[in-house]
């Protein structure tokens, strides 16, 4: 990322669904305190090491330490808090195969509104994400 200001990986996991599935390539540019706010998808290393995109929801303090909260649009649940030295990169476009979304295009603010100002929409992904999951492995999940 130091090298070519940007780094670009392949999407993992269902997370970010339906904005971000599995394969799509993601490009991040470095991350700097006053380049991020609410609403974007940032790249950090979570405390177990593992590489993870999720949504900015808030910004806490604790104590004299800003603390960054995110989470996957279709999970339930917040992540661990993260310090700005975890993050890695913002998220500026997506690669669907022939297709390359820009986070500041319409249809990605337009989400990215909804899905900050409705959190009811993460239970509704979820049930999705569980029951297409259950329905490929020959089993329905209710």
Same mark, same amino acid.
């Given at each position: ?14 997370? @970010? =669904? ?5 394969? +799509?390539?993601?490009? =991040? *540019?470095?991350?700097?305190? !006053? $380049?991020?706010?609410? #609403?974007?998808?940032?790249? =950090? ?26 989470? #996957? !649009?279709? +999970? ?26 820009? @986070? ?13 100002? /409705? ?5 509704? /992904? $979820? ?7 259950? *329905? ?7």
């Amino acid at each position: 990322m130091q090298r070519d200001g940007w780094l670009a990986l392949p999407a993992q996991g269902s997370s @970010m =669904f339906p904005l971000i599935r599995e394969g +799509n390539l993601c490009r =991040f *540019r470095p991350v700097q305190a !006053d $380049n991020i706010g609410k #609403g974007d998808i940032i790249l =950090f290393c979570s405390d177990s090491g593992q590489l993870i995109a999720h949504r900015l929801l808030s910004v806490i303090r604790r104590e004299d330490l800003l603390l960054y909260i995110c989470k #996957g !649009d279709s +999970n339930l649940g917040c992540d661990e808090p993260i310090r700005l030295e975890q993050m890695l990169g913002v998220l500026y476009s997506i690669r669907k195969s022939r297709k390359e979304l820009h @986070m500041s295009g319409r249809f990605v603010s337009l989400w990215t509104r909804a899905v900050m100002a /409705l959190p009811i929409l993460s239970h509704g /992904l $979820n049930r999705y994400i569980s029951y297409q999951k259950a *329905r490929s492995a020959g089993g329905v999940s209710l």
